[in-house]
């Protein structure tokens, strides 16, 4: 699909494909994503021209029925916005705002019984998905909310159910959180999700204008570092809902912004209440109103008629979430493990943003594609390294390296001890005695030139140099 240019030249926010240099060619056609959020209203962005919802249900005790959700609620715009921005067409903008799995079909869970999001809800969603996904061939989940409970991945229902539908081939991606401060908790810390933390682009794609977004990091209670991933967090467009006041208020601000001096004081007269300006701007002159008008529209992130700009991780999630979703369209063979290795090892980590709060970088949309189409392995192994009785087993999967190096401070980090040996096309494996018990640090190093974590393992130590080592723990059985 070529780039449409805006169809207004005050249309100000950048779309998100091209933010993130997406391959327009694929839009998800033929993949399903399910959003488990708070609440959902049936946006023509997923309806129009063909709806593209293919359910929603709600798994609380306020038991919505499909018709219930027709009413533009409170907790309506979190989840719709989210589904937006991965799936929606953008015809509010002649699809200059669309997602970038815009021919995507959509599942909506709702998840938030009018008081508050628990993990019991989030739990039950997941559990739906797992009794209908074959329903509604769902290839990925999006979870943009948190729940209330923190406990390690051996122990939370949530995780347990996550790894059981990565087991199926089910992608989940989950939003890191909004808080420096505090960790990531179930289902961002469950270990088997593919967690999005934020980046603030500046509403620019070139990468010297971005800086840290400040979303949650840091490492589990199991012991792994989140996030592995960061996506653009803020000024990000979004569909607004429609039939509130909100709506009706963006309507009138922009109608009176076009309006020439002229005539803005008697219209503003007759259209004050709908905008919520202050009385007693009927009084000041046009140039005055005009301001006003210009600040509420700024405060209340009406850059268009139609859209807001969004910020959180919530809404960096869904990117990543679109992404794969057009990996799925080029390649729907798949697994979450290799849609995982892929998003990791192209990402590009950011030379300003310390190596825990990004992972293992910013996505790379474009590459994310490229690579699902070249790839041809059908199974990868879990997890690396293997600690088996008398030896340790390493995998690496890179189809582009010629020679793969094991360095790590078990070889006092010198560079060619050990060559990992070719097993098949893009498919790298070593086997090592059996080290002393202890923990270790090591990395692959790919054609004598570039530093790799290993993919496979979510042990993650900092390196010092804008980087993370992989973390390898010993411990003999007795």
Known sequence: MP??????????????????????AYTGKGVTIAFID???????????????????????????????????????????????????????????????????????IKAFDGKTIRSAAILKALQWILKHHKEYRIRIVNISLGGDRNESSKRSRICKTIKKLNQLGITVVAAAGNNPTKGVIP???????????????????????????????GRTSDGFMKPEIVAPSRLLPAPMLLQNEIYEE????????????????????????????????????????KKAIIERLRVEKFFAPHYQHVDGTSFAAPIVSSIIAQMLEANPKLTPSLIKMILTTTARRLPDIVPEKQGYGLITARACVQRALEETHLHLVEVSPKILKHRIVFYYHDHHAKKVTLVGDFTAWQKDMIVLHKVEEGFWRIDIPLLSEGSYQYKFLIDDKRWAEDPLNPLKENDHYNGLNSVLIVQHSS
């Not at 805006?6 to 933010?19: A, C, E, Q, S, W």
């Not at 009176?256 to 007759?270: D, I, R, S």
Request: proline share 7%.
């Open 3 to 24: 780039r449409k240019k805006p169809p207004r030249k005050d249309y100000v926010i950048i779309p998100v494909y091209l933010r993130v240099n997406a391959d327009t």
């Open 38 to 108: 708070s609440g959902f209203y049936p946006h023509p962005e997923l309806e129009k021209p063909d709806s593209r919802i293919l359910t929603m249900t709600d798994v609380t005790p306020e038991k919505f029925k499909e018709s219930d959700f027709e009413w533009v609620r409170a907790s309506s715009w979190h989840g719709t916005m989210v589904a937006c921005v991965a799936c929606g067409n953008g015809n509010s903008s002649k699809g200059y705002y669309r997602g970038i799995a815009s021919a995507a079909s959509v599942v909506l």
């Open 187 to 217: 289902p961002a810390s469950c270990p088997d999700v593919i967690t999005v933390g934020g980046i603030d682009d500046n509403n620019s794609n070139e990468e010297k204008m971005i800086t840290d977004y400040g979303s949650s990091f």
């Open 250 to 289: 963006s309507q009138t601000l922009h109608a009176l912004l076009k309006l020439p001096l002229n005539e803005l004081k008697v219209k503003f007269k007759k259209q004050i209440k709908k905008t919520k300006l202050d009385q007693t701007l009927i009084n000041k002159k046009p140039k005055e109103i």
